[in-house]
């Protein structure tokens, strides 16, 4: 199974930076999408973004122009760069490998435990 690791979680100001990693020994190799999610408290999760294994990408659209999701397919590393934060995007993000009609079956199912963005104004 592809079990992604996030890191790079933290608080920032409205405005701010913030460059998230999700590592996936095995993703490349497994041809999973990969996709982040993330869930406010009391609310329920929602989907982010997702790379292709061709390299598309998409977004959902409160983060269209702020956000950018990328891949390393040598370090089998997704990363999510958002820029522009505002406090609307505090949540635990979470990063899911999931499977297309490419992906060696069954490998392309978990979640990551998450990641704390917090943004203050």
């Known amino acids: 199974h592809v079990q992604p690791v996030e890191s790079g979680g933290g608080s920032v100001q409205a405005g701010g930076s913030l460059r998230l990693s999700c590592t996936a020994p095995?993703?490349?190799?497994?041809?999973?999408?990969m996709a982040w999610f993330r869930q406010a408290a009391g609310k329920e999760r929602e989907w982010v973004s997702s790379?292709?294994?061709?390299?598309?990408?998409v977004y959902t659209d409160s983060v269209k122009g702020r956000f950018t999701i990328s891949s390393d397919k040598v370090q089998d590393t997704v990363y999510l760069n958002m820029t522009s934060l505002k406090p609307e995007d505090t949540g635990i993000y979470s990063c899911q490998a999931q499977a297309s009609v490419l992906s060696t079956y069954g490998r392309c199912n978990r979640w990551g435990q998450g990641t704390q963005v917090t943004v203050f104004s």
């Open positions: 790379i292709m294994t061709s390299g598309n990408t």
């Open positions: 095995g993703f490349t190799s497994n041809r999973c999408v």
